[in-house]
């Protein structure tokens, strides 16, 4: 446990030396939460209709832009290690998972930043214009839940690409269509906001790689939160990210090991399968 939080703090504090975090990341919500206090509210207002789903909108891109970065910064930092061999003098000190949990901790705690700055930026944004209500305890709560769960599902996906892959165009191939998937939520995101009750909006806050975006986006939307469907959601949730940290553990175990060639997909489920 203790390796696993130096390993943590490594990480945390690598991100935080980063000028491209600061700025490319950081910098834009401190801007605009500057420019929303100088301005305050404005003289015209959208239609009120339109309010909730603006601010589900804003919780989606919230949650992206938490998850997004701070999952290519792992990918990067894994591969990398793997690349120059580092991670063979690594792992003489510490077992695969306590690298790749650590790795993980780290990040979610950069994620967690990244998440504090923005919605504090919504906060003031809605107090000082008047463009949609300031999220209250409980939505806070559920956010921070869907967040951790969904940061932690995303990112074992990014470290098993780090594991299995051997050079960036092996990456780069990999990269593209996962990216896709992440920006989906937000392409849908109009969709579902228009039919919240809906069944494509049900199913896919449900769903777990999903759930996290939709369902924040119906519960800003509907008047009542669906409670039974959110814990419906919750629960399989947080029961897919022991699964799917066992999955990335064993192919992390020995994909950060390969050399020299692009791991296929038998091999890998056979690395799954093995005891």
């Not at 999952?71 to 077992?95: I, M, N, P, T």
């Given at each position: ?161 780090g594991a299995a ?56 939307i509907l008047p ?52």
């Amino acid at each position: 446990m203790n390796k696993m939080l130096v390993i943590a703090h490594r990480e945390f504090t690598e991100v935080l030396r980063a000028k491209t975090f600061w700025f490319g990341i950081l910098l834009p919500p401190i801007v605009g939460m500057i420019f929303a206090l100088v301005m305050g509210k404005p003289q015209s207002v959208p239609n009120p209709d339109m309010l909730p789903i603006i601010a589900g909108f804003m919780y989606i891109v919230i949650i992206f832009l938490a998850i997004q970065p701070t999952s290519q910064l792992l990918l990067a930092s894994l591969f990398e290690e793997k690349s120059s061999r580092v991670v063979e003098v690594l792992f003489s000190a510490v077992s695969p998972f306590e690298l790749m949990a650590g790795k993980i901790l780290g990040l979610v705690a950069v994620g967690l930043m990244i998440t504090v700055v923005f919605v504090t930026m919504m906060t003031v944004v809605a107090v000082r214009t008047g463009l949609f209500m300031a999220p209250s305890a409980a939505l806070l709560a559920l956010f921070l839940a869907y967040y951790l769960f969904g940061y932690v599902m995303y990112a074992c996906v990014f470290a098993s690409i780090g594991a299995a892959c051997s050079t960036s165009k092996d990456v780069e191939a990999v990269m593209g269509p996962l990216l896709l998937a992440m920006i989906l939520p937000i392409t849908l995101s109009m969709t579902v906001a228009r039919h919240p009750d809906g069944l494509l909006a049900v199913a896919l806050s449900i769903f777990p790689p999903t759930a996290p975006m939709f369902m924040i986006l119906r519960i800003v939307i509907l008047p009542t939160p669906p409670w039974l469907e959110i814990a419906i959601s919750l629960a399989l949730l947080a029961a897919s990210v022991p699964c799917m940290v066992w999955v990335a553990a064993k192919i992390f175990r020995t994909g950060m090991l390969l050399y020299g060639k692009q791991a296929k997909l038998s091999e890998i489920i056979r690395w799954v399968r093995s005891l």
